[in-house]
Structures are given as C-alpha cells and as structure tokens.
T-cell receptor, first 111, second 113 residues
Framework: QQQVKQSPQSLIVQKGGISIINCAYE??????FPWYQQFPGKGPALLIA?????SEKKEGRFTISFNKSAKQFSLHIMDSQPGDSATYFC??????????FGAGTQVVVTP | EAQVTQNPRYLITVTGKKLTVTCSQN?????MSWYRQDPGLGLRQIYY???????DKGDVPEGYKVSRKEKRNFPLILESPSPNQTSLYFC????????????FGPGTRLTVT
C-alpha cells in the first residue's frame, strides 16, 4: 500500500509555465519530506526538502508548499525549462530514515 | 569523486539462476539501502543496513538477501530469481540513519526470463 500518494502521473507544460505536483500522506510520524528528481538512465537525486514546521521552502525556481493539517505537500516548478523534463518523486521519512516514495510524476516541458 | 556504484548495469538471466548485484560507496556512509523501481509504483525499499553487520527488511524483501560485511559494500542477492523480480534496482547510501539525503547509484536493470 502506497503510504505517499502522488498526482498527476504525468504533465506537459510549456516553457516558462508552472508545473505543480501534489502529494498526500497519512502517517503522522513522517517528519521530513524530500523531493527527488530523476533523469532517464540515472538514479534519483535530492532536489529540495522540507520539514513540517515550515509551510513553504523555496530554492531557485523550485518551491515546496506544505499543509500539515491536510497532510499534503506540493512541488511548484516556476518558469519551467526543457532541462526540467524529468520524473519527480515526492517522499516522506520518519526518524528511522526509511524513505517512502510516491509513484512519480513524469514532467515534459515543451519548447 | 563521491559516488555509489552498482554492477552490473544490465543483466538478463533465467529463472532460478542465482545472481548478485554489487553496490559500493566511497563516502564512508553508515546507511545503505536497496530499492526496486517499477512503473506506477515509484521506488520501494527492499532491504536496508544501518551499519556493518546490521541489516533489516524494507517493504518488499521477499526473494532477496543482503549482507553488510564491510562498510562500503552492500550486495543484493537473488538466490532463485523469478520473472516478477524483473525491475530496475537502485542502491543508495546516506551518512547515517538520521541523515535524510540519500545518494543513489546509477541503477541495475534486471530481466528474468
């Protein structure tokens, strides 16, 4: 059973547009919420992460919004670029460091 | 260069033929883990190890074995592979159990016929 639910499965956005990926979780023991980016033929790499005591974190064009009461968090990619085309995974982990991943979202940015 | 390496990168084998996928990291990380990636399911943890000689089951351990005799190596063993173990496998490591950033290897694509 997927402990972290991610949507959409895929999205297509034009260059310069905003990509939004949503995730939801049930386990209140989760205390760290990373996002991983994966390019074809490569392993996932940490993109950005947030703790539940913060409602928003921004790093460059990437922003995580976190809603603790709703147990939801999302990734916004502003000014999307063709180089952002990749699969994005949300994840959640508890104090034991065991990562639970979402199913992934394939993002395609068209020129 | 700090990295996690896996070998082989690609493997086609037959049902029941024992195989080992090696994983090695050069970052002196304590925590290592194996995942399998399947379409629509994301990454699911198979086994993890918090330190040498300490291993534990993840979410999908059936049909797999691991060992951690040295800090840098964490091989994944399939004693009797079956077609449902056809998947993309990733090894990952992190500084410690409490360090949330995991570094992933390049992946091993396994096909069991």
């Amino acid at each position: 059973q997927q402990q972290v639910k991610q949507s959409p499965q895929s999205l297509i956005v034009q260059k310069g547009g905003i990509s939004i990926i949503n995730c939801a979780y049930e386990n209140t023991a989760f205390d760290y919420f990373p996002w991983y980016q994966q390019f074809p033929g490569k392993g996932p790499a940490l993109l950005i992460a947030i703790r539940p005591d913060v409602s928003e974190k921004k790093e460059g064009r990437f922003t995580i919004s976190f809603n603790k009461s709703a147990k939801q968090f999302s990734l916004h990619i502003m000014d999307s670029q063709p180089g952002d085309s990749a699969t994005y995974f949300c994840a959640a982990t508890d104090s034991w460091g065991k990562l639970q991943f979402g199913a992934g979202t394939q993002v395609v940015v068209t020129p | 260069e700090a990295q996690v390496t896996q070998n082989p990168r690609y493997l086609i084998t037959v049902t029941g033929k024992k195989l080992t996928v090696t994983c090695s990291q050069n970052m002196n990380h304590e925590y290592m883990s194996w995942y399998r990636q399947d379409p629509g399911l994301g990454l699911r943890q198979i086994y993890y190890s918090m330190n040498v000689e300490v291993t534990d089951k993840g979410d999908v351990p059936e049909g797999y074995k691991v060992s951690r005799k040295e800090k840098r190596n964490f091989p994944l063993i399939l004693e009797s592979p079956s077609p449902n173990q056809t998947s993309l496998y990733f090894c990952a490591s992190s500084l410690s159990r409490d360090s949330y950033e995991q570094y992933f290897g390049p992946g091993t694509r396994l096909t069991v016929t």
